[in-house]
């Protein structure tokens, strides 16, 4: 597993940003630490020390934890067949800040036969198992609504711009259209059913792009259809010749803002798998 070592654990921190009478900003607000990156949760660290250790070997963030199940273990790399370079644990941290490529090496050792299919445990360390259990504890559900329950429900008619301006949806989500619905003459060999448009939706090779939702009304067997416009997500304009006429609810998707999901939650869960000192 070759690690990306990082000499302070306080890189991952994160800043509310001052802004100027204008609201624009301006400076981080470096006395206040708002939260800490999720890249933290998948490196390791050790008590004693500020040094982090990333990984970036194939499928290693995908090694969970437990302690009573672990099978796996975390040891340091062989010199000889690796390009670990075992006299960087002799050095200071500040005489690894300058160091620009990959030297700290280490591999996930099997403590026993693992059988085809099983899944791999490793033991975060005691400290990560108490932080994690005092995060249970006092653990309280955000406020708002989830974008899944936005994007699941069917029934309610969605609001239009101009109704988003007297009650818009929760802060932290913003809808997008399925450019797919570009092209009504494909499109609408689908709209005999919802799994259908959803299907065409998942084969087609386009995206989803930020856009206002002009107008909403009837079609002709009673079914409630949309007109949009394509937003340039750089300028902030209306894209010339995007308008999606008459499509029906499945052309849109609400999606969290950046830093709005769940995983950055100001009581999201973040610390570093810890090293043993074996």
Known sequence: IPL?????????????????????????DRQNV????????????HTNSSLLLCPYGVMTSAVNHNQTL???????????????HSEWLDRSIESLVAEKNTGLIMDLVATRDIQPGEELFLDYGNE???AWNRHVQAWKPADGI???????????????????????????????????FKFRSKWKRHANSHESLMDYISHEDEYQQDCDLLQRE??????????????????????????LEKVPREAF??????????????????????????
């Open 70 to 84: 672990a099978n796996v273990k975390l040891t340091w790399s062989d010199p000889v067949k690796t390009e670990y």
């Open 128 to 130: 990560w198992e108490e």
């Open 218 to 243: 009837q079609d002709e067997h009673g079914n409630i259809v949309y007109t949009a416009v394509l937003i340039d997500e750089e300028k902030g304009e209306k894209v010339a010749g995007s308008k």
């Open 253 to 278: 998707v609400f999606v969290h803002t950046p830093y709005a999901s769940d995983m950055h939650l100001r009581n999201a869960f973040r610390h570093s798998i810890m090293i043993p000192d074996e």
């Open 4 to 28: 990306v070592h990082l000499p302070h654990k306080d890189r991952f921190q994160m800043f509310n940003v001052k802004t100027d009478r204008n609201g624009k900003p301006t400076v981080h």
């Open 146 to 180: 989830a974008v899944d329950a936005l994007n699941n429900n069917f029934k309610t008619p969605l609001k239009t711009v101009s109704e988003q301006m007297e009650n818009p949806y929760p802060e932290g989500i913003k809808m997008k259209c399925e450019t797919s």
């Open 34 to 45: 708002s939260r800490h990156q999720l890249m933290e949760n998948y490196c390791y660290g």
